[in-house]
């Protein structure tokens, strides 16, 4: 299997449970006559298109190269990053609503800068993970005034 093969056929299944997926919304009847689902269905049909661009073009090439599992993603340290990563990822979405959107963005945003820059930068993850949170919260929470998750602290 190729890189591009790969990718078309993750694109495609992806996509295609993303796009059930959408289906099962509820339905919310709103003066706006698209509603919720445009942009979701949207996404779906996107990464399904693509899938099928990246599997045919990649059919299609006479000069194929086969690769490792490991090549996939570009070696073993890359692989790693990307499972640590996941794993980051997966804690905020435990820890986001009991504890709140700024603590838990800079706990995320740590883990994640820490596994790309190393733990010899570590103020700049610290600096750059506060940053974040404290500008993102501010933009989404106050100058938007969507509800985002407080938790456990008064902001």
Do not use: Q
């Amino acid at each position: 299997m190729t890189k591009d093969l790969i990718s078309g056929l993750v694109s495609l299944i992806l996509g295609i449970g993303y796009l059930l997926y959408t289906f099962l919304l509820p339905k919310i009847n709103i003066s706006d006559p698209v509603g919720p689902y445009l942009f979701p269905e949207l996404i779906g049909i996107g990464a399904v298109i693509c899938g099928i661009i990246l599997i045919y073009l990649d059919l299609k090439k006479t000069n194929r190269i086969k690769i490792s599992a490991y090549e996939i993603f570009g070696g073993k340290d890359v692989t790693y990053r990307i499972i640590l990563t996941t794993v980051a990822g997966l804690i905020y979405g435990v820890i986001l609503d009991p504890i709140g959107y700024i603590i838990s963005t800079v706990v995320f945003m740590m883990m994640v800068m820490s596994i790309i820059n190393g733990l010899n930068r570590i103020l700049e993850n610290v600096g750059i993970s506060i940053a974040f949170s404290v500008i993102t919260y501010l933009f989404f929470g106050t100058f938007l005034k969507l509800s985002i998750p407080r938790g456990i602290f008064w902001f």
